[in-house]
């Protein structure tokens, strides 16, 4: 009512917000005012960084009344939305997304030179929030932007960190970790709500205490910090929709000051300050590799408790009736990172709203569903009760009654089948009391998913066997997808360009149209241009290695490219091992230098810091390249890159120009993988195992269309049940063994045969993922690659056909699928 009031009070506060006109003047003007208004200063006085900040906010200012109207339109009809929960969002830069939603690319391309500037100067100002690891992160960031496009009622909660994934260098070869500081230039693509701020406890204890004859429990936690919302336009492509990603920054409450400035003691004060803010400093650099560090925990806290507050408090109405919130809202659970927010909303219901616990329960029960995202037993994450309890005591003991309950019925149903009870308990024993989170979020949700046909079946078979049997139809799959906007539409203009004068432009909202491609395939002037796209983005590509990092993509080269994260389980030592036997070759004598395919390898990678033998197999990759690049027996032949600093920008470039993708995992370690996507969808040709979405890939593109090698998932387990000795392989295969050995000795160390010691010694003593095993099918396949990109024109023919038959992978479609699986969240207007 008083908002109401307030709008009545002049004409022009009534009238609908709008956008500025949609002309080059309009943009024009918007553009200076935010230069002069905004930024204060003159046109004449600005330099790049102000004129970027001003670009930004006059691309916001047309998306401002879309959004406005989104948020009001939601209230209004209160429809069912998702909230995705997530530690993670890969965003990349918004500028040129921005500008694609909006469809004002060209108009703010004109509006610029009109004022004398190069939009380019500016759209490179752009420091990408790098909120995220690698593939979940990413994932996180296609789905809301699919949402958007779906005009799908949803919210994106996450956390605000201020150093995003690290800045990756290189000194002589090794990775140093550098401090990304993201925010330092300004982001003007976030909207902070300290008014909106909500409390988070930590600490303390709990106790009974009596209400009107009914004992009920609190929680007298110890300390607390403020979560400030910071609010992101989420826009769709160009349907005039911008959802919302609310990400929390933590700051420090009064109360926490106050306590101890009245102590007397301001340093300390300020200390304590900064303890509190610790909390969204620093993403965890750990990909696939849960941590159990305290500050993690309260990270995972922190943001799933502000989430479910803000959602309870402020996306809902006043005296909304909490047991509806199943058909209001459903928490999807990103691994298993958000998965204190189950307790949470627990605690909520019942020690703060004062529900029954039968009732909360059953709420609850509705309100979750979790996606599992690995298959490596030392990547579930777990919890000692020990700390648990200190950090969240009521927490635990929330936890602790879900478990007794939940193994009740296991008991009822099994009998006294104690080691399947023990196996399915939400708490584990060994090494310590533990909190199992895969298994309490199995427990609580809805439904569970793996996120590509394999991995969910393996989830059902291995990983959560038991629990697919207790609840057999909890379990399903949605293959993951990737967003055609940020990676073919806006990554790849030329590619997009010829799609669209053969199909027109509606491919991009609708993915399975490029399937009218196969016809084209079949068209010799369609295949001339389509590689000339190839030609001219490898062009692209040079100049970008150039500028960035001084160097040179021969772009007469096939490109074979290896970009993700550094993990053993991904093999980039199977990659290096290829190149190694074809240097090896050549400077031996043993393969003439004209029988070997010019190619330019590209890696890509980042390793935990903390993760010794990948930051060795990085300082290797390294090395060898500045071998093989100097030696003048290969020149022309042979030459490895290794740009520093991996991240979504950089993908943006190489992707669309790469010929050849490598998805080398050992079958069964990889999940899904979504980079494999990207490669295919901007028409790369596939070398790669039985893995993750390979799998589908290879169905859908079809045998002749992608290189397929290695051992199957049962047959890694068949080689691991009788005993893999990575040795007899060594001994057996000569290419192999002389490769290893010229390693060893030192040849890409200047002679020192101790660096690359422990990498050697892990290949033949170890080799947890059997490199060794699949060495002799990797080097067989990439043989057949050679074969094939001979007669470039089939070779095209093929990419060709990969890009048409990928239109599955768009991550509109594994949006349709959560919704018509999980969710249940039809597109609202
Ligand atoms: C990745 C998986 O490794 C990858 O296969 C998959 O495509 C991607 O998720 C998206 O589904 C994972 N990233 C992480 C990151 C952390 C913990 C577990 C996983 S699984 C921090």
Redesign the pocket.
């Known amino acids: 009512h008083i908002a109401h009031s307030r709008e009545e009070r002049h004409p022009l506060a009534k009238a609908p917000v709008t956008a500025p006109p949609n002309t080059v003047d309009g943009f024009v003007k918007q553009f200076l005012d935010n230069l002069n208004f905004g930024q204060g200063v003159a046109l004449s006085a600005s330099g790049v960084n102000d004129q970027y900040l001003a670009l930004a906010r006059t691309v916001r200012d047309y998306l401002m009344a879309r959004w406005l109207e989104t948020v009001r339109r939601q209230l209004v009809s209160q429809a069912k939305g998702v909230c995705y929960l997530s530690a993670e969002y890969l965003l990349g830069r918004q500028l040129g997304n921005s500008l694609l939603a909006t469809g004002l690319e060209d108009v703010a391309a004109e509006a610029l030179a009109e004022c004398g500037i190069d939009i380019a100067d500016l759209r490179a100002q752009e420091v990408e929030p790098g909120l995220g690891?690698?593939?979940?992160g990413r994932?996180a960031a296609c789905f809301i932007d699919s949402l958007a496009t779906m005009s799908v009622p949803s919210i994106g909660y996450g956390i605000r960190y201020e150093y995003g994934i690290f800045r990756q260098t290189f000194e002589d070869g090794q990775q140093v970790e550098k401090p990304d500081r993201w925010l330092s230039m300004g982001s003007p693509w976030e909207f902070p709500h300290p008014e909106a701020a909500q409390t988070i406890s930590f600490g303390g204890r709990t106790e009974q205490y009596d209400d009107d004859g009914v004992t009920r429990t609190r929680w007298i936690p110890d300390w607390d910090v403020l979560a400030i919302p910071y609010n992101y336009m989420v826009p769709g492509y160009l349907n005039g929709r911008v959802n919302t990603l609310r990400l929390w920054s933590a700051q420090a409450t009064k109360a926490f000051d106050l306590r101890i400035f009245n102590a007397g003691d301001y340093a300390e004060a300020v200390r304590a300050q900064t303890f509190a803010e610790n909390i969204s400093k620093v993403l965890y650099p750990?990909?696939?590799t849960?941590q159990g560090k305290e500050l993690r925990l309260q990270q995972q806290y922190f943001f799933a408790a502000a989430s479910i507050a803000d959602f309870l408090d402020v996306v809902l109405p006043p005296d909304y009736d909490l047991t509806k919130l199943p058909d209001r809202a459903i928490f999807q659970l990103n691994?298993t990172?958000p998965v204190i927010a189950v307790p949470e909303l627990m605690r909520q219901l019942v020690d703060v709203r004062g529900l029954e616990w039968e009732q909360a329960w059953e709420i609850t029960q509705g309100c979750f569903a979790y996606t599992c995202?690995?298959l490596l037993p030392e990547?579930l994450e777990v919890w000692s009760v020990d700390l648990l309890g200190r950090l969240l005591p009521r927490h635990l003991e929330i936890i602790y009654r879900i478990n007794e309950e939940f193994l009740a019925a296991v008991r009822e149903r099994y009998g006294d089948d104690e080691l399947r009870v023990r196996n399915m308990s939400i708490i584990g024993e060994h090494p310590e009391r533990s909190v199992r989170m895969a298994h309490l979020a199995t427990v609580a949700s809805v439904k569970v998913n793996g996120?590509a046909e394999l991995h969910s079946q393996l989830l059902r078979e291995k990983v959560l066997h038991d629990f697919h049997e207790f609840y057999p139809g909890k379990f399903t799959n949605v293959t993951?997808g990737i967003t055609p906007r940020r990676f073919l539409r806006l990554a790849n203009k030329s590619l997009s360009e010829l799609i669209t004068d053969a199909l027109g432009p509606g491919w991009v909202t609708d993915l399975d149209r490029l399937r009218e491609l196969e016809t084209y395939a079949e068209d010799p002037e369609f295949r001339e241009r389509f590689a000339e796209v190839k030609a001219s983005n490898k062009r692209r590509l040079n100049r970008v290695l150039l500028e960035r990092d001084g160097l040179e993509v021969d772009d007469t080269h096939m490109l074979d490219v290896m970009v993700k994260r550094l993990h053993e389980y991904k093999r980039q030592m199977l990659k290096l091992l290829h190149i190694v036997t074809l240097y090896d070759g050549i400077v031996s004598g043993r393969v003439p230098i004209s029988e070997v395919t010019p190619r330019t390898f590209i890696f890509g990678a980042k390793a935990a810091p903390g993760y010794r033998i990948a930051k060795d197999i990085i300082h290797l990759i390294n090395k060898v390249g500045s071998v093989v690049n100097a030696d003048p027996a290969v020149e022309g032949r042979l030459k490895v890159l290794f740009p520093p600093n991996y991240n979504v920008t950089l993908a943006e470039r190489i992707i669309p120009a790469a010929d050849l993708s490598e998805q080398i995992s050992l079958a069964g370690k990889?999940?899904?993988?979504?980079g494999n996507m990207k490669f295919a969808l901007n028409g790369a040709l596939t070398i790669g195992t039985d893995d993750?979405a390979n799998v589908e890939i290879r169905q859908l593109v079809g045998d002749d269309h992608f290189f397929l090698f290695g051992m199957t998932e049962p047959e890694v387990e068949e080689l691991a049940a009788k005993g893999y000795v990575p040795s007899d392989f060594y001994r057996a295969d000569p290419n192999l063994r002389s490769a290893i050995d010229l390693i060893a000795s030192g040849a890409f160390s200047g002679g020192d045969r101790s660096v690359f010691e422990p990498v050697i010694s892990n290949l033949l003593y170890n080799d947890r993922f059997m490199v060794l095993a699949d060495y002799a099918a990797y080097i067989a396949a990439q043989e057949r690659v050679d074969a094939a990109y001979a007669d470039a024109d089939t070779w095209t023919r093929s990419a060709i056909l990969n890009v048409a038959r990928c239109g599955f992978f768009s991550s509109d479609r594994s949006m349709r699928d959560y919704i018509d699986r999980i969710w249940h969240t039809p597109p609202s207007f």
């Open positions: 690891n690698g593939g979940l994932l750990e990909d696939s849960p691994d990172h995202h690995t990547a996120v993951n990889e999940a899904s993988g979504t993750g």
